[in-house]
């Protein structure tokens, strides 16, 4: 079975400052690993996704995410957030074309 | 660019009737999914379909619910008995033969059920 633990419920951060927002998976397979962003009132949108190959993951927006196979994780990076990254951030496992395994979600809130 | 569409975007209803939400995948897509998201709580899947038939289905996917693709193009989840816990948001999402390691989710319906 696989399951995604994402520790922080909430982020605040300021405006231009740097975010990581947490992911850790278990799983007795390979996964693919998904960091999926739901903005206000809005649906799910893929900001980026690891299938293989270089463990460095660029997605949209500016954001990136790292996996690291030794400690189970994939952690969401952006260098400067800006106030419109305001939303809620979902990391995600699946294996093929199955069923994907969601994370409780990080409200990143940005401060001006 | 193409995309998953979902019908309506809110419905209320009360408790004890049938509702039918609607999904259009994109359309050269062949496996679909349900999810729903309580208020506050996170993304949960309900049930995948591929080939005109349930691929898996969750525990929350009881007798109560239902789907089909009664055409070519609709997606259809059908709860025949709301019940006040069924209120949330449900996604549909779909992925091609061609790239199926990437869901591509729809904009959501929001059950209010009263």
């Known amino acids: 079975a696989q399951s995604v633990t994402q520790l922080d419920s909430q982020v605040p951060v300021f405006e231009e400052a740097p975010v990581e927002l947490r992911c850790n998976y278990s799983?007795?397979?390979?996964?693919?690993l998904f960091w999926y962003v739901q903005y206000p009132n809005q649906g799910l949108q893929l900001l980026l996704k690891?299938?293989?190959?270089?463990?460095l993951v660029k997605g949209i927006n500016g954001f990136e995410a790292e996996f690291n196979k030794s400690q189970t994780s994939f952690h969401l990076r952006k260098p400067s957030v800006h106030i419109s990254d305001t939303a809620e951030y979902f990391c995600?496992?699946?294996?093929?074309?199955?069923?994907?395994?969601f994370g409780t979600g990080t409200r990143l809130t940005i401060i001006p | 660019e193409p995309e998953v569409t979902q019908t309506p975007s809110h419905q209320v209803t009360q408790m004890g009737q049938e509702v039918i939400l609607r999904c259009v995948p994109i359309?050269?897509?062949?496996?679909f999914y349900w999810y729903r998201q309580i208020l506050g709580q996170k993304v949960e899947f309900l049930v995948s379909?591929?080939?005109?038939?349930?691929?898996?289905k969750s525990e929350i996917f009881d007798d109560q619910f239902s789907v089909e693709r009664p055409d070519g193009s609709n997606f259809t989840l059908k709860i025949r008995s709301t019940k006040l816990e069924d209120s949330a948001m449900y996604f549909c999402?779909?992925?091609?033969?061609?790239?199926?390691?990437?869901?591509?989710f729809g904009p959501g319906t929001r059950l209010t059920v009263l």
């Open positions: 995600a496992v699946s294996f093929g074309n199955e069923k994907l395994t």
């Open positions: 799983s007795s397979v390979s996964v693919y």
């Open positions: 690891y299938l293989s190959g270089s463990t």
């Open positions: 359309s050269n897509h062949l496996y």
């Open positions: 379909f591929y080939n005109n038939e349930i691929s898996e």
């Open positions: 999402a779909s992925i091609s033969l061609a790239v199926t390691d990437t869901q591509y």
